[in-house]
Nanobody
Framework: QVQLVESGGGGVQAGGSLRLSCAAS????????MGWFRQAPGKEREFVAA????????LYTGAVKGRFTISRDNAKNTVYLQMNMLKPEDTAIYYC??????????????????WGQGTQVTVSS
């Protein structure tokens, strides 16, 4: 059974930082493209960032470009999202997702096979 477990969420002041982690189990982690998505109250779930299987390629939504960094440690079966310069509009539930892939393609539109339960990020002004 595949499991993705997010952690690291919480409350932070605007301008602060948080580092989210997503620990994966039950899969060959290095074969999976990993992504982070978020959903704010009353809004659709949106793509935040993704990273290729080896970690060599990344993609970010424009709203977080330059502030967030996605990374992965395949030895630890974990993907991270370092969030700096946080803004109140970053407040959302953040979800980790995994999709088995052989190419870093269709990153924002592909159907991800596995999802975590989400972790709440709240940024106060």
């Amino acid at each position: 059974q595949v499991q993705l477990v997010e952690s690291g969420g919480g409350g932070v002041q605007a301008g602060g930082s948080l580092r989210l982690s997503c620990a994966a189990s039950g899969l060959t982690f290095s074969s999976y493209l990993m992504g982070w998505f978020r959903q704010a109250p009353g809004k659709e779930r949106e793509f935040v960032a993704a990273i290729s299987m080896s970690g060599g390629s990344t993609l970010y939504t424009g709203a977080v470009k330059g502030r967030f960094t996605i990374s992965r440690d395949n030895a630890k079966n974990t993907v991270y999202l370092q969030m700096n310069m946080l803004k109140p509009e970053d407040t959302a539930i953040y979800y980790c997702a995994a999709d088995r892939a052989t190419a870093f393609a269709r990153v924002t539109t592909r159907v991800y096979d596995y999802w975590g339960q989400g972790t709440q990020v709240t940024v106060s002004s």
